[in-house]
Structure formats: C-alpha cells, structure tokens
C-alpha cells in the first residue's frame, strides 16, 4: 500500500520536488556555514508551504514543559502517515529547530510530521531523554484525531543520539516501565524506525577504545550507570515482531561507530525483523554527498512503501 494520501504521488514531479530536497538537504549539511546562513530563511520557506504549529506542550518533568513542533501539508485530507523525529546531540546538546530541513522530503510525500523536543543531559541525565521521546509518542497517538495523524502508520526517526532514541522508542516493550512517567495507559506500536547512524549499544561508549564524552556526561556518576546503559541500548530489546527498521551509516563515521550499525543488523536478521541496512562508503557522521543522499532517501520511501501498510 502506497503511504502516500493524494492521488499523484507516484507522478514525476513529486518524485522531483522529494530529490530536490533531498539535494539541498545535502548542500546544507555539506557546509556549516551555508547551514548557519540559511536555516532561518529555510525555516520560513517550510512554514510558508505547510501548516505549522509550534511549541505544543507535550509532557512536563523537571519544571520543564517539553515542546513539540506539528507540521501538516495545507491540502491535507483526512488522517496522513506521521513522522516523528527526534534531534541529535549525543543527549547533551541540539534542537529539534535545528532539524526542520530533515522533514520536508516526508512533507512533500504528504505526510505530517512532529519535531520533538526532549530533556537534554544538563537538565537530567539519563534515562530521560528515553523516557521524554516514548511520552511524545504517546502524545501523538493521544491527540491523533485533532492533528490528522493515522496512529496506524506513525514512524520515527532521528540522527546519532536521535536515533537511538528512535530505536529505543519503537523497541522498548512497556515492561521495562520506562513510559510510566506518560500521559495515557498504552504507548502505541510504531509501523517503522528510520535510523539514521544511531548508538545502538551505550555500554561500549562508557570504556574502552570506543569511549565518547557525550555517552559518559549523559549517564553521569551514577552508581548503576551500566545497568542504565543496557537499560536504554536498542542491542537489550531485539526480539521478534518488532517493527520494520531501516538503517543509515557511514563506514568511517568517528562519532558513533559504524559497529553499532552492523551489529544491529545481524542481530534483527537473526531474529527475522524486516531491516536494512544502508552502509555510506567512507562515509562520516552525516554531511553525506548529494548522490548518496538521494540513494539513501530513494531506498527509506522503497522500504517504508514496502512495509507500512
């Protein structure tokens, strides 16, 4: 079933407007400081071709009120696919403000999308962020009849520290009681995870040869820091009947370790979850070049056509 709702979604010039963003995606992202100079005016084109509401309240913890930004298409006709995405950073930094050009090619297929915002390690450590990330998305099956959203076909994405919290939010069985923090009763099942380039395993960041400073300032001194790690690593959940789950990385990425990927792609295979893996030669920690950028993106609507029903 195609995920698209209006009629011409196959025709050419769809298909050319998605490329297109995907190619200055791709400039920007190349390029700090064309990302720096046109963020704002980027900003403003998406909020002039689409519906956008911002600064929606979605949870509150730590005397914070937790934002999330809903995106909508101005013809949209009744319930769209929906896009949630979660910001990098490596839990300690980013904005979901910062993240704005990554929704348009779900924006030009017609789908909604829902920008989220999440408690950052200054604020509180891990496992916060985990628990912030599956109270959005409860959020959005909750207020689904108000925003257009199709609780049926709800996907999640985000980048580095986003996706893993991704991962963690489609994965996580309620039994590990980490959204009991949430508004409602029931966190809906996902219809897919688009990964891009995400930790899969936090424990192998705390030591050793693959240590990362973001890993250690967002679990902290805590005493039981590596029993949280494996609390809230995607690696502890691989189980059968997840949802469909497509990955992105760099072979060379220095950020996260393009092992993390891989391993995770061996062990869904071995549990026979529908995934794949997309490996960007030489590739690093994004600023992918343009042609890769329209492979990747080419390949993630292909899976997402051929998955989310």
Not at 136 to 163: E, M, P
Not at 268 to 297: C, D, K, M, W
Request: proline residues 5%.
């Amino acid at each position: 079933m195609e995920l698209n709702n209006n009629k011409g979604d196959g025709d050419m010039k769809k298909l050319l407007n998605i490329l297109t963003s995907c190619f200055l995606i791709s400039l920007i992202y190349l390029s700090v400081n064309a990302q720096e100079a046109n963020l704002t005016s980027w900003t403003a084109t998406v909020q002039n071709e689409f519906r956008v509401i911002p600064d929606i309240t979605y949870h509150q913890a730590n005397g914070m009120e937790l934002k999330v930004d809903v995106y909508q298409s101005r013809n949209q006709d009744g319930p769209a696919p929906t896009f949630i995405y979660y910001h990098g950073g490596g839990w300690v930094g980013g904005s979901k403000e910062a993240n704005v050009l990554r929704l348009i090619p779900y924006l030009e297929k017609g789908w909604a999308a829902v920008n989220v915002q999440y408690r950052l390690g200054d604020v509180s450590l891990a496992p916060a962020a985990v628990e912030d990330s599956l109270c959005a998305l409860r959020w959005v099956a909750r207020n689904a009849d108000q925003y257009g959203f199709d609780k049926t076909r709800l996907v999640v994405s985000g980048n580095s520290a986003g996706g893993h919290l991704a991962l963690t939010t489609g994965m996580i069985p309620s039994e590990a009681e980490l959204d009991r923090q949430c508004i409602g009763n029931e966190t809906p099942k996902v219809a897919a995870i688009v990964n891009w380039y995400g930790i899969t395993d936090v424990n192998d960041l705390l030591d050793g040869q693959n240590q990362k400073s973001y890993a250690v300032r967002w679990l902290g001194s805590q005493p039981d820091r590596n029993a949280i790690a494996s609390r809230v690593s995607p690696l502890s959940y691989v189980r059968e009947n997840l949802p469909p789950i497509i990955s992105i990385h760099g072979d060379a990425d220095p950020i996260v370790p393009y092992s993390h990927a891989v391993q995770l792609h061996q062990r869904l295979s071995q549990a026979e979850v529908t995934n794949e893996l997309i490996t960007v030669p030489n590739g690093l920690h994004g600023g992918f070049p343009p042609q890769e950028q329209i492979r990747i993106y080419s390949s993630i609507f292909k899976f997402l056509d051929s998955n989310v029903n």
